[in-house]
């Protein structure tokens, strides 16, 4: 932070009094590192309290660390409660709010902890082998669930155990990676152990053996995996398929585990696509979970299933799931009229779920023109009730009697926890940042419908430099999102900060084109199949439009994204018409074929790409592939990629990279070998920005 400066002599004529002036600050790399990070909210049994995680990191150590805190109701700040020297994670209330479980590696590995309320007594529950990944009490606290690694199939040392310096890993089926990391033979596996008040043993595989990880790797946690009411039962999200079956499909599964049986029953074994995040009604009765109803769509509409379970046939595990027939298995007893689509006419995607105490209410937050908002549904009637509004994305909330307490996020702002009230008044009860951002000017984000060549309206935000001048003619950026189908919402990015890039005087344009959700199912749907079609069309609709403006130089664009955003930018260098004048382009796809074989997730490219190069006849999205215009480039690129991006392999960036230097046309490449899809060493994001602005600034200032 500047400190205060006197005006000059301006104050000896102006007046006897000396006046100050707080200077302003620029939003930064180095600010937006400076910013704590607020997760995972958990409001006490009793609604008293709130604990909550906040992450912060130290540019010089290039490292992390990351606190739990506790708010009072009615007091005026957090209290920190832990301060290891390594993170606090998964903290949550015991079920009787008179401890608070939390996972730390202070001992070696990472095991369960808890801390009295205030974060008194400090005592290690759990020394489990190897660590634990988290964990759950059960309603009753007679047990807790936990989930950790499992080596289950042979690696080298195992079969040549007389080579113990040899490095090398065999596979002989698909999925030997995903996303960042090799498949290490090891699954993630869930254990129900006994627990006392501060102890706890080693658990019982529920899975013994088995070849697949619950919760899905690699981006589930604990959501997917539940306590019934009673403490009896277990429910778990699970994909079980291996290899090839596994690269080609995205069929997970809801499944029961009763404790006393040992059995385990498949609950959503009717649907072919996602199901995943079970949530049990306070009474146990019924289940939710989030579906996707068609095979291989990893993007498809996030439907609110419900399956009824037969409270005189719970103990022995027969619950009816599936319209229409009858079958049997370990005990399972499959009838009709108890699996519902509750979100049928919603056209919208739904997650997050929550049952208020009486069970007729279902409470659950879904995406709209660019926000994410909480609502509520009355289950009897299937009455919609949309309970919040505002340009904001809500991350979390929890039912406090008649308010919500919610984490949500603006472009303006990083997450921050409110206590919203019945008629929608929002009290912000956290200030994590407020010290760090107390001196700079922040840009606004501006919301504008614009008309797409095929008549549509599409939202585009619009964000403008702090200390705007209408007069000045500014740069602009079209920002290209990835997913493809990931909102251009109310995000505030620890990368791709509109914050940031507005700070360094560039108006962004952020498009929400065709492809990208929370504008209706089929607008979403679109892009599949079309990824050079009409949502190319949309970007072009969107820059056209905004440049136009008169404080726009038109002839100081550029175009920067990541992922689906880095393939927009490859396919726009060679169709822009020379509207850009420079180009970013962070793990994009350059070329369809080396990429449909370099891929980990199989499902994925046999829908975006409708299936094989090799198929007869050959699928025209081949043709959208950048690699075909290349001829076209003449415009100079910054291309970005990590070492570790299994998701979409670096080479894809030294295609890119290597057809612009062969070219002549001014090019660099940046490249991190250690980082993966995303940069998220601190010294690697802060020199990731640093080339960003040096390249942008370069060709567009």
């Given amino acids: 932070m500047k400190k205060v400066r006197f005006i000059g002599l301006m104050l000896f004529i102006a007046a006897s009094t000396p006046a100050l002036l707080f200077a302003q600050e620029k939003f930064t790399a180095e600010t937006l590192w400076k910013l704590g990070r607020v997760s995972d909210v958990q409001l006490s049994p009793d609604g008293g309290a709130i604990i909550y995680g906040v992450s912060k990191y130290d540019l010089a150590t290039n490292k992390g660390n990351r606190d739990i805190y506790k708010l009072d109701r009615n007091a005026e700040s957090p209290r920190q409660l832990t301060d290891f020297k390594g993170s606090e994670i998964n903290a949550i209330w015991r079920p009787d709010g008179k401890k608070i479980g939390f996972l730390s590696a202070e001992s070696g590995s990472m095991q369960m902890w808890e801390m009295g309320p205030n974060g008194e007594n400090k005592i290690q529950v759990s020394n489990i082998e190897g660590g634990i990944n988290g964990f759950a009490y059960s309603p009753d606290m007679q047990n807790i669930v936990y989930i950790k690694d499992v080596k289950i199939e042979e690696d080298i040392h195992d079969l040549y155990p007389d080579l113990p310096l040899a490095d090398a890993m065999i596979y002989d089926d698909l999925m030997y990676r995903h996303w960042d990391s090799w498949h290490d033979y090891a699954y993630s596996h869930i254990f129900i152990a006994p627990y006392s008040d501060g102890k706890t043993g080693e658990g019982k595989d529920i899975m013994p053996g088995e070849a697949w990880d619950s919760p899905l790797m690699p981006w ?8 019934a009411p009673d403490g009896k039962s277990l429910a778990y999200t699970c994909k079980k398929l291996k290899g090839k079956d596994y690269a080609l499909s995205t069929n997970s599964d809801i499944y029961l585990y009763n404790l006393a049986s040992g059995k385990t029953e498949n609950l959503s074994e009717s649907n072919l696509g996602y199901d995943q995040d079970p949530v049990f009604s306070p009474d146990g009765s019924k289940i939710v979970w989030r579906s996707m109803a068609e095979p291989g769509f990893e993007a498809d509409k996030d439907r609110i299933m419900l399956c009824e379970l037969n409270p005189r046939e719970m103990d022995g595990l027969k619950k009816s799931i599936e319209s229409s027939k009858t079958k049997s298995g370990k005990g399972l007893i499959m009838t009709s009229q108890v699996y519902t689509d509750l979100s049928e006419g919603f056209d919208q995607s739904s997650t997050n779920f929550s049952f208020s105490i009486d069970g007729k209410q279902l409470y659950f937050i879904s995406g709209t023109q660019a926000t994410f908002q909480v609502y509520r549904m009355d289950i009897a009637s299937r009455k919609i009730t949309q309970l919040t509004k505002g340009d904001h994305d809500i991350q979390a909330y929890a039912i406090d009697g008649k308010d919500l307490i919610i984490t949500k996020m603006r472009h303006d702002l990083p997450s921050e926890v409110f206590r919203v009230k019945p008629d929608g008044t929002e009290e912000q009860l956290t200030f994590t940042n407020r010290e760090v951002l107390k001196n700079i000017t922040l840009a606004k984000s501006e919301k504008r419908w614009v008309t797409t060549t095929d008549g549509k309206k599409m939202l585009v935000w619009v964000i403008l430099p702090p200390n705007f001048d209408p007069n000045k003619k500014y740069p602009a950026l079209l ?47 679109q892009i599949s199949g079309d990824y050079g079609g009409q949502n190319m069309l949309d970007y072009f609709t969107a820059i056209d439009s905004i440049s136009a403006e ?77 690699h075909n215009f290349v001829k076209n480039w003449d415009t100079p690129m910054l291309v970005v990629h990590g070492g570790y991006d299994f998701r979409i392999p670096y080479t894809q960036g030294m295609q890119a990279f290597n057809a612009n230097q062969l070219l002549g046309i001014p090019s660099r490449f940046l490249f991190f070998p250690e980082e993966t899809h995303f940069v998220l060493k601190p010294q690697n994001a802060v020199l990731w920005q640093r080339e960003f602005f040096r390249w942008l600034d370069t060709y567009l200032k």
Wanted: aromatic share 20%; with cysteine; glycine share 10%.
């Fill in 220 to 227: 589930g946690g604990m959501e997917q995996i539940t306590w």
């Fill in 479 to 525: 920002y290209c999102q990835g997913g493809p189908q990931s909102a251009v919402s109310q995000f505030f990015s620890y990368r791709w900060n509109f914050q940031m890039m507005a700070a360094h005087d560039y108006v962004v344009v952020a498009p929400n084109r065709r492809g990208l959700p929370t504008f209706g199912q089929e607008w979403n749907n």
């Fill in 550 to 626: 008169p404080w726009v130089d038109e002839n100081r664009l550029g175009a920067v994204g990541a992922s689906y955003g880095g393939y927009s930018v490859y396919w726009l260098a060679g169709n822009h018409n020379k509207r850009f004048k420079a180009f970013i382009a962070h793990c994009g796809i350059f070329n369809f074929e080396s990429m449909y074989l370099e891929t980990e997730e199989m499902f994925f490219v046999n829908k975006d790409y409708e299936g094989a190069y090799w198929k007869n006849p050959r699928p025209k999205s081949y043709d959208f592939s950048p």
